[in-house]
């Protein structure tokens, strides 16, 4: 069905790559600016991520896993023990924004820039290295998104939806890996029942988000 498949190394069909957005709260903040510290319950709902980040840990340690988790710099910055435990079992921290600040909401490829370098700066210091990949808070990939990232010298970016298979992004500064994503693969819409962001869809059982990521 697939007429571009992928020569993936020994003969292997399908590569799978489980990744985590740890937004936590930075998302509170991009909404509600100022105002956000008063919504306690809402705060300490999305601060559960610290709580997830651990266990999610403690399974791909017994299963000899190795992610990729997607985490704003403005959280890392502020949980460096979470930053550490992500690194201690060999997992990637990649570039999610400074604060989940929208790509799309921002007035000029400067502007842009500005974040992504802000962001680049503090992983490079909390980790060692700078980011090899990029997912774009919302999936907003801008018009100036892959100039930006080519020039950062970025490998991949992860928010484009053009293919079921990983495919390259060409502009006239060069190249970038595009590992495709898909609001169908995503876990946001089946769980994220959050009044505080407008976000209000039905929780899910387990069983019903995975009949849709299967399907
Ligand atoms: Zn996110």
Redesign the pocket.
């Given at each position: 069905m697939i007429d571009n498949p992928v020569p993936w190394p020994d003969g292997k069909k399908v590569a799978v790559a489980i990744t985590f957005?740890v937004?936590a709260d930075s998302?509170l903040h991009t909404d509600h600016g100022q105002r956000a510290h008063r919504k306690v319950a809402t705060h300490s709902m999305l601060r559960y991520d610290r709580i997830a980040v651990k266990r999610i840990c403690d399974m791909y340690r017994r299963f000899g896993i190795r992610q990729t988790f997607?985490v704003?710099a403005w959280y890392m910055e502020q949980h460096p023990d979470i930053v550490e435990t992500i690194l201690r079992d060999g997992h990637e921290i990649a570039h999610?924004?400074y604060i989940?600040e929208s790509p799309n909401a921002q007035e000029s490829l400067e502007d842009e820039r500005y974040w992504l370098e802000k962001g680049i700066d503090i992983i490079e210091r909390m980790t060692g290295a700078k980011p090899r990949g990029w997912?774009a808070?919302?999936y907003h990939f801008s018009e100036f998104s892959a100039d930006l990232l080519i020039d950062a010298g970025f490998l991949y970016d992860a928010s484009l939806m053009g293919d079921d298979v990983p495919y390259m992004i060409k502009t006239a500064n060069g190249e970038l890996i595009e590992l495709p994503s898909h609001w169908g693969m995503d876990d946001w819409n089946h769980y994220a029942h959050i009044s505080d962001m407008g976000s209000d869809v039905p929780t899910k059982a387990p069983d019903d988000a995975m009949r849709v990521f299967m399907s």
């Open positions: 957005d937004d998302i997607f704003p999610h924004g989940h997912r808070p919302l």
